[in-house]
């Protein structure tokens, strides 16, 4: 009765990497190349590691795609790289968390004129957002040295995409001290000031109503932090918003 449960039938991407000139490309097409990534498929992984595949997979979603390309297929392999880069794999959070060249290639799409392709702002946001929870020491590390990051995400706050990540920027950072050093940080960058400013009538509607989501969230989540309070006796966002 277990004959259908054959483990040594090779998949689709084993048979691939058997390939010497086996591409990124081929690769992403195969269906269970995600699956494969999450088992710990350690051909695949010392492919996906190379300097080379990382910085293929990060451009897939940081830059727009050919535009030749049917429309439901244009995104097709953004999406798969963006699940490769965020599918909590220790070896890849690894890799691109410690390496500046490959968080300041990331960081890029941030220094692009609006606007934002919303679609491609979320794969960008869903990526740092993994990369904040699962290396945070190293990519807050490497924000705070970024000075114009802030200005950069409220520059493009009519994507909501970059309200999710300036979200989990505040909600998403461990131990506690960790995260009160970054609210302190957001707070001495004068963020509530910089949100409050957007709300106003001369702002696009985009940006006023996701700076204004954004402050309402700000709040909930600084009165739902009882670790947070035990700490530091405050957060100093919510002090700002309450004064």
Not at 175 to 186: E, G, I, K
Not at 202 to 212: G, I, K
Request: a negative charge; aromatic letters at 6%; hydrophobic letters at 40%.
């Amino acid at each position: 009765m277990f004959w259908k449960f054959d483990l040594h039938t090779a998949s689709q991407v084993e048979k691939l990497l058997e390939k010497d000139d086996v591409t990124l490309t081929e690769l992403l097409d195969e269906d269970d190349v995600l699956q494969e990534c999450k088992a710990q498929n350690q051909r695949l992984l010392l492919f996906l590691t190379q300097d080379s595949s990382l910085q293929e997979l990060l451009s897939l979603i940081i830059r727009e795609p050919p535009s030749d390309r049917e429309e439901k297929l244009r995104y097709k392999y953004a999406n798969m790289a963006c699940e490769l880069l965020t599918c909590d794999v220790s070896v890849i959070n690894d890799k691109v968390g410690g390496d500046d060249s490959l968080l300041n290639m990331l960081y890029s799409f941030l220094e692009q004129d609006p606007p934002l392709n919303p679609l491609l702002a979320s794969f960008f946001s869903k990526t740092f957002g993994s990369l904040i929870s699962r290396k945070t020491e190293q990519t807050i590390g490497f924000l705070r040295k970024k000075e114009g990051f802030l200005g950069l995400v409220l520059k493009h706050m009519y994507v909501s995409a970059m309200m999710d990540l300036l979200l989990r920027l505040i909600s998403c950072v461990e131990p506690a001290q960790l995260r009160h050093d970054v609210l302190t940080w957001l707070d001495e960058e004068k963020l509530i000031q910089r949100m409050t400013e957007l709300i106003q009538p001369h702002t696009d509607n985009e940006r006023q109503s996701n700076a204004s989501q954004a402050l309402c969230d700000i709040i909930r989540m600084g009165r739902d932090q009882p670790g947070l309070q035990e700490l530091s006796g405050s957060d100093p966002l919510l002090t700002t918003l309450e004064l």
